[in-house]
């Protein structure tokens, strides 16, 4: 069995200054995909449970063209992430088949070889690696590892519906130049808060960045969530960019950390009809 974790959303996601400037940086959640992988070395026919997961036979198609030695099986895939909300659910789903199918046959899968793989399926998630990170999510490679976070809360709430990513990615940016210059300062701002540990700092880039995403992805709730947020003490509102996810960040540690949450959890109920907890990874 192999896994990958999801990511509530972004705590930052926009284009740089610069040549391929598309990027986002990970907030990496305690929600996995997990991955099997049973070899059936009598035939060379791939198949995937549930049927639907269509990019993860892909996937494995590409891999047996590459492997000293193909064989036919089954992957079974079981995913505790919601597809099309913002959780990183195909990129987790493809990380998880990659890593599994690596192990059945004794073949590294390092995360260089996986990106080259991903680069040709879709744009994808920052999820091959355990820590925070700037990610160019349209070519799939990595920018730069940010580092950990003490583990937070995440009171979030679900708009309805589903984004598909690939169509997500090609709607034209409408960034203007000062835009750009203002996500690299961002990202500058970022780098640093997760450096200092300053989830105060990091939650009000996140707030930022939402905001930001609204003429690229409107969402109807986020003046409201940012307003629950400022009245419990939150950190900041989080989104799912390119999903339909919003949530409210907590720092555990406060003393009054669990009357904040059932602050939270009782107003995004009443605004939203839906209520879902989540907390994020802190790599040591």
């Not at 809360?153 to 690939?166: I, R």
């Not at 034209?172 to 990202?187: H, N, S, W």
Request: aromatic content about 6%.
């Amino acid at each position: 069995m192999s896994a990958a974790f999801g990511t509530f959303g972004e705590l930052l996601q926009g284009v740089l200054p610069e040549e391929d400037g598309d990027f986002l940086v990970t907030l990496p959640v305690a929600r996995w995909t997990m991955a099997k992988f049973q070899a059936d070395p009598g035939t060379r026919t791939l198949e995937v449970w549930p049927p639907q997961k269509k990019k993860a036979l892909h996937l494995m198609s590409m891999i047996m063209d590459e492997v000293r030695e193909p064989t036919g099986g089954l992957l079974t895939i079981d995913s505790m992430l919601p597809e099309g909300k913002g959780l990183a659910s195909s990129s987790a789903d493809l990380v998880a088949t990659a890593r599994a199918v690596g192990n059945a046959l004794d073949e590294r899968m390092p995360p260089q070889r996986i990106e080259s793989y991903l680069a040709r399926i879709e744009p994808t998630d920052g999820v091959l690696y355990p820590s925070i990170v700037a990610f160019h999510h349209r070519s799939v490679r990595l920018r730069s590892r940010l580092g950990s976070l003490p583990s937070m809360a995440v009171v979030s709430v679900d708009e309805g519906g589903a984004v598909d990513t690939v169509d997500f990615n090609r709607i034209p940016k409408p960034f203007t130049a000062d835009d750009k210059r203002e996500y690299a300062r961002l990202l500058e701002r970022l780098t640093d808060a997760v450096a200092r540990r300053d989830l105060a700092a990091v939650g009000e880039i996140a707030t930022r960045s939402a905001v930001m995403n609204q003429v690229l992805r409107h969402k109807q709730l986020l003046e409201p969530m940012i307003g629950i947020c400022a009245d419990v003490g939150g950190l900041g509102v989080v989104v799912g960019h390119s999903g339909t996810t919003l949530g409210i960040l907590l720092d555990t540690s406060y003393p009054a950390y669990a009357g904040r949450l059932a602050d939270a959890a009782q107003a995004c109920e009443q605004l939203a009809g839906n209520v879902t907890m989540y907390r994020t990874l802190s790599f040591g």
